[in-house]
């Protein structure tokens, strides 16, 4: 069994900045891939920010050089932060892991967090 708890979501203004962590635990061997997604109601859930265990990230576009993912791999944890954060951010936020569970086995498997809202308005 594997948990994520996320934390960080919140109402910001216009302009402002969030942390998001995600803090992974349970029955892990390794993680392949840390990152965070996002939906709003009546879309399709998109990438924000993914990181490796090596540490290559990818961004979706519309948050380039806004945000930024790290993790520490110690602590089975992503960190997102956001800034300039702007009213089309406001988001259901949601933390994604891909994972091995096994040494033995070369199987993924995929976990979702419960989610976190953050709500950028004036």
């Known amino acids: 069994q594997v948990q994520l708890v996320e934390s960080g979501g919140g109402l910001v203004q216009p302009g402002g900045s969030l942390r998001l962590s995600c803090a992974a635990s349970?029955?892990?061997?390794?993680?392949?891939?840390m990152g965070w997604y996002r939906q709003t109601p009546g879309k399709q859930r998109e990438l924000v920010a993914g990181?490796?265990?090596?540490?290559?990230?990818s961004y979706g576009d519309s948050v380039k050089g806004r945000f930024a993912i790290s993790s520490d791999n110690a602590k089975k944890t992503v960190y997102l932060q956001m800034n300039s954060l702007q009213p089309e951010d406001t988001a259901v936020y949601y933390c994604?892991?891909?994972?091995?569970?096994?040494?033995?086995?070369?199987?993924?498997?995929?976990?979702w967090g419960q989610g976190t809202q953050v709500t950028v308005s004036s």
């Open positions: 994604n892991v891909q994972l091995r569970v096994l040494p033995t086995s070369s199987a993924i498997f995929q976990y």
């Open positions: 349970g029955s892990i061997f390794s993680i392949n891939v």
């Open positions: 990181i490796t265990s090596g540490g290559t990230t």
